[in-house]
């Protein structure tokens, strides 16, 4: 961890573990995250999954950004590439990461004029952006904290809608056809 205006920057590293939890690679730096120097956030945003053929995808907020990367069973990165984001919620970074059988999407906040919103963007198998777009459109709160999966092979995002009195908050979401 370094320090540097107010901002602590983590490393994001790959490592391979066998059954038994005893490392099976070197670790390797895939990236930083910045967090405020006064101590680590209450959520990260980041998140792994299992792929096809044992692979791992990984996407995380990196200065602004979303990162999207890929590695195979045996633990080789195969690619590692910027996507593109409407705008991207650093204060409270979310980010939820769903595959499906010829890429996926990652859902995560961003802000607007009226407040935040959910927003996407999907990939190919090979990490290729295919589009980006607004998820939710809200009228009376912020959105945050997006989670997704597949519900009989179709994304499914859910996300809380936050209202501007003290502890309200409903919950929201979306299915794709």
Known sequence: ?????????MLIEFQRFNAHFRPVSAP???GTVSIPAAGPPTQWGLDLHRGIGNGVWGAWEQDGAIDLGFWSAGGARDFKRALP?????VTAPSISLILARRGGTVYYTSPGPLGYYVSETSFDSEG???SVDRVS???GGDAANPRAGLVHGRPRVLWQEVGSGAGTAVMEGSTYR
């Open 1 to 9: 961890m370094q320090e540097c205006c107010h901002l602590q920057t």
């Open 28 to 30: 390797q730096i895939e």
């Open 85 to 89: 984001v409407s705008a991207l919620d």
């Open 128 to 130: 290729r952006p295919t």
């Open 137 to 139: 459109f809200n009228s």
